[in-house]
């Protein structure tokens, strides 16, 4: 008899606050990172003992890009070649979020991918095959693994433990255009071997929205040289009522606000979209 389908979310990944402390003399950029994760998320589905593969769809899906080079994909082979004899089958991605946005959609695919093939081999997110499996999949890939508000540093293999404040009213708003991150870290400027001289993320004991006002996203400033329409989205949010932060997370283009309430987030989401009909938005709540 054929196993069941296996399905699992993989929620977006939103940076609350992202700094960059310097840039290592092999090129990669030190950060530390408050990370929550969204209501919003894309679906995967596993089908236990078809060959590996990947079917796309949903209203994001033409985003993608090519199945076969998926970070789906790309994680289970990462994980197979540590485990000979690794059980997996084909997947099914509803993809709901946008591309290349700044909140972690392909990483949190792959983490969704572990996380459906290590339940079907008994594996534990913790084993060390696992980890190193993600961690090779992608920077981001190990903070999404077990997907609830953390800190994480260095170039994303540093995980936090989970972090426990109240949930965060929240709208995510993307202008639809790329900021790619290779691009918004070469507009940072910053030369190998150097510190960008800016702070480390500030204490996170005491109140949540303190803590977060306290906070930024350093890849910011350059992420508007790469693409300027996210100066708009920002604009957008910090001028809706009850709208009490608005950032941009990660690498761009996504931008979110942080509201007072559930009820203030769904009103000031309504009227961006009337106003941006062509723009991805979304209320949410962050975790």
């Not at 708003?173 to 190998?192: D, E, I, Q, S």
């Not at 949540?208 to 989205?233: F, K, M, Q, T, Y």
């Amino acid at each position: 008899m054929p196993l069941a389908p296996l399905v699992a979310r993989a929620p977006a990944k939103v940076n609350l606050a992202l700094h960059v402390l310097g840039r290592r003399e092999d090129g990669y950029h030190e950060l530390e990172s408050l990370v929550a994760f969204a209501g919003v998320a894309d679906t995967l589905g596993l089908i236990p003992g078809e060959p590996l593969g990947l079917t796309v769809s949903g209203p994001t899906a033409p985003d993608s890009g090519d199945p076969n080079d998926n970070l789906v994909l790309k994680a289970v082979r990462a994980l197979a070649a540590r485990r000979p004899g690794l059980r997996a089958g084909r997947f099914l991605l509803m993809k709901r979020l946008p591309a290349a946005a700044g909140i972690g959609g392909g990483s949190s695919d792959a983490a969704a991918a572990l996380r459906l093939v290590a339940k079907l081999n008994g594996l534990r997110l913790d084993d060390p095959d696992v980890i190193a499996a993600a961690r090779e999949t992608g920077a981001d890939v190990p903070v999404c693994l077990s997907p609830k508000a953390r800190v994480m540093a260095g170039i994303g293999e540093v995980v936090g433990p989970p972090l426990r404040f109240a949930p965060l009213p929240a709208v995510l708003v993307n202008p639809r255009v790329p900021a790619p991150t290779a691009a918004v870290f070469r507009a940072l400027g910053l030369a190998p071997g150097t510190s960008s001289g800016g702070s480390a993320l500030p204490s996170l004991d005491g109140d949540s929205w303190e803590v977060l006002a306290r906070s930024r996203n350093d890849l910011e400033a350059p992420a508007l040289s790469v693409a300027p329409v996210i100066a708009e989205a920002l604009t957008l949010l910090r001028g809706s009522q009850h709208c009490r932060i608005a950032r941009m997370s990660g690498s761009g283009a996504t931008v979110f606000g942080l509201f007072t309430d559930r009820d203030a987030a769904r009103d000031a989401a309504r009227a961006l979209r009337r106003a941006k009909p062509d723009w991805w938005i979304r209320p949410t709540l962050l975790r």
